[in-house]
């Protein structure tokens, strides 16, 4: 029996690069032979920070350079209903609150939804009624039922603190990042433009490194 391959992928929910690296991560999580978790690090959880026009800016600015080299959707609505709306909050704890209230192996297909629904539907995920309503899409009503309970802030909280001893034990600074452990206990970063280059061999060089 071929053993699996164990992955953890760290990132942010409101990370542009990260959803450029969506379908590499949806593409992971649907192999047999690959256990992958995911973490979130809390890059922009609590930020403080709100929509502005500078910062909508910036922020298109980069995402045109993500889907010129990732050919990921950033729509018009994202950018009419989300960066231009001045005074929102740039926040991700509440979307890593939705992610703690799903069951670990759903996370990634709870992740893909709520960038889709972000980047490309221009809905306001940081907004609990908005992420109620996206899991309730996605056929997840029980992390629907229990995404504003204390015990899920605690979780997302604590996946965080995960993310970030990870981060800060490999010498990490930004997301996305995605990282192999080995049998022998020993953990390899492995390349990030392995996760914008050709998805048909991504498994491969994968298997090969981990």
């Known amino acids: 029996m071929m053993s699996s391959t164990k992955l953890t992928y760290l990132f942010d929910p409101l ?47 980069n995402d045109q350079r993500i889907a010129q080299l990732t050919g990921q959707i950033f729509s018009a609505a994202y950018y009419q209903n989300v960066l231009q709306a001045f005074g929102t909050p740039f926040d991700s704890f509440t979307m890593v609150q ?19 629904a972000r980047y490309v539907a221009g809905r306001d995920v940081t907004d609990l009624a908005v992420l109620k309503e996206v899991l309730l899409e996605t056929d997840l009503a029980p992390a629907a039922g229990i995404l504003d309970s204390e015990a899920t802030k605690q979780n997302a909280a604590e ?40 998805m048909a061999k991504l498994v491969e060089k994968i298997k090969a490194e981990a």
């Open 15 to 61: 990370c542009g690069w990260c959803y450029g690296a969506a379908p590499a991560i949806a593409l992971l999580a649907q192999q047999r032979n690959i256990e992958l978790t995911i973490l979130p690090t809390g890059l922009f959880s609590h930020s403080g920070r709100t929509m502005s026009a500078d910062f909508a800016e910036y922020a298109w600015s």
């Open 98 to 116: 939705a992610l703690a209230a799903v069951a670990p192996l759903q996370r990634p297909t709870a992740l893909t939804a709520l960038q889709h």
């Open 159 to 198: 996946l965080i603190r995960q993310g970030q001893a990870l981060a800060t034990e490999l010498g990490i600074q930004g997301v996305p990042a995605l990282l192999a452990h080995a049998q022998n206990g020993k953990t390899k970063v492995l390349p990030n433009a392995w996760l914008y280059e050709d």
